[in-house]
């Protein structure tokens, strides 16, 4: 079993910034890769950020530029730092863990609340 735990999500004002830290535990040492997702009220879960257990990252364009997805493996522990936050960044954030090049991400956390003020 993987257990992903959330955390670091809160409330701030436009143009600031967040830090989100993802605990993992269980199996993911041989995993392929982990990210972030996101969900805004009434909207489909799409993808931020993703970083593979060598360090290659890939973002969504939505995110790029803005976002920045790292991961320490000896703690197995990814982060998501957020800077100039939007109010359309407003969404629950969700840690996955994909555990094989060849399947899609099925593991995720319970998901951390950001909410962006204008």
């Known amino acids: 079993q993987v257990q992903l735990v959330e955390s670091g999500g809160g409330l701030v004002q436009a143009g600031g910034s967040l830090r989100l830290s993802c605990a993992a535990s269980g199996r993911t040492f041989s995993s392929y890769a982990m990210g972030w997702f996101r969900q805004a009220p009434g909207k489909e879960r799409e993808f931020v950020a993703q970083?593979?257990?060598?360090?290659?990252?890939s973002y969504s364009d939505s995110v790029k530029g803005r976002c920045t997805i790292s991961r320490d493996n000896a703690k197995n522990t990814v982060y998501l730092q957020m800077n100039s936050l939007k109010p359309e960044d407003t969404a629950i954030y969700y840690c996955?863990?994909?555990?094989?090049?060849?399947?899609?991400?099925?593991?995720w956390g319970q998901g951390t609340q950001v909410t962006v003020s204008s």
């Open positions: 996955a863990v994909r555990i094989l090049i060849t399947e899609k991400y099925a593991y």
């Open positions: 970083i593979t257990w060598s360090g290659s990252t």
